[in-house]
């Protein structure tokens, strides 16, 4: 057996803090420590530590250094900045991806958006915002760029702290009816209204932020 290489264990370190911090098992203002959560994790510090760059770099963590590292706090502001730039993302890559699509994609919307429907009427978070991600990764794996691709990565977890919250206090975290749109949109091939829905679900993100308790900007 190879070792693993060091990158997989960054990156597994990083996905599993990010999800922890989004998900609010470490809670807004949480103190993390490299050893203590590489001892949780089964690695070693040096791994944990690179994902703390990155989560401070996206802005989930932020660091003083030689005094602590902590979760930041939910800020309505970020969150609106994290939902224009996403969004904008998300309309980019619908307007590349629809002429291209197959009819397998479609459906692969179509089943996932009914997994979505159904989680939200049985209040599963986890299982709304993942069925959410797969009919909106449908069509940024379509349109095949990277950069847009790798934007949506970094800014989602800034709006999903939210979203998340606010769905588990009984709110709605998206639309069904909005991804029916959608599909519907992309199945017709008609490039201008998926691309008007796209933006409408991704003003609804920054409407939400809006919400705000004013405390979230503190």
């Known amino acids: 057996m190879e070792p693993v290489p060091r990158t997989l264990l960054r990156d597994r370190a990083y996905a599993a803090i990010r999800d922890a ?3 609010g098992a470490i809670e807004p203002g949480a ?7 590489a001892e949780r994790l089964g690695l070693s510090r040096a791994p944990v530590r690179e994902a703390f760059a990155r989560l401070v770099d996206e802005g989930l963590l932020e660091s003083k250094p030689q005094s602590y590292t902590r979760v ?42 009914t997994r979505f429907a159904a989680a939200v009427r049985t209040g599963d978070v986890d ?3 993942q069925a959410d ?6 069509l940024v794996r379509a349109a095949g760029n990277r950069a847009a691709a790798a934007t949506i990565a970094r800014y989602t977890p800034l709006v999903r702290r939210l979203e998340r919250r606010r769905f588990g ?3 709605n975290c998206r639309s069904t009816g909005l991804h029916e749109r959608l599909i519907e949109a992309c ?7 998926a691309v008007r829905v796209t933006a409408e679900i991704w003003r ?9 308790d004013p405390a979230d900007d503190d």
């Open 21 to 23: 911090i989004v998900t």
């Open 31 to 37: 103190v993390v420590r490299d050893a203590d959560l």
């Open 72 to 113: 930041t706090p939910v800020v309505a502001a970020d969150v609106r900045d994290a939902a224009a730039v996403v969004g904008a993302m998300h309309e980019l890559v619908t307007r590349v991806a629809v002429p291209g699509l197959f009819a397998a994609d479609v459906e692969t919307m179509r089943a996932a958006n």
């Open 127 to 129: 299982g709304a915002l």
């Open 133 to 138: 991600d797969e009919v909106h990764d449908v």
């Open 169 to 171: 206090e009984g709110g």
């Open 187 to 193: 199945a017709a091939g008609d490039v201008d209204e």
């Open 204 to 212: 609804s993100l920054a409407d939400l932020a809006d919400l705000a």
